[in-house]
């Protein structure tokens, strides 16, 4: 079960609130309601962040669960780097 907390944060222009809960209740949760914005293990193992502005989202993680994604033929994935544009035009495949 989700745990809405009263934990709440800014950045940037979005205001975001804290939910704890099994991943695994969030992937099942999603097709019902708002997905994650941002989201996390306790571990810190790796990082999800999608911006409600954005068709797509971005992963931080180690190299091996990077290459593990972009590897996977049944998610449309790429490799990014900070200099990369992060808006419609920086998308050169779904023009």
Known sequence: MLEKQTTS????DRSY?????????V???????????IWWPQDRAW????????LWSYVGAEKNCIDEILM?????????TLDDRADVDGDEINI
């Open 47 to 54: 990082c999800v962040a999608t911006d409600v502005d954005m």
């Open 72 to 80: 996977d033929k049944s998610l449309e994935a790429w490799f990014a």
């Open 17 to 25: 609130y804290l939910v704890k809960g099994d991943i695994r209740t």
């Open 9 to 12: 944060f800014q950045l940037y």
């Open 27 to 37: 992937i099942a949760d999603i097709s019902s309601s708002i997905p994650p914005a």
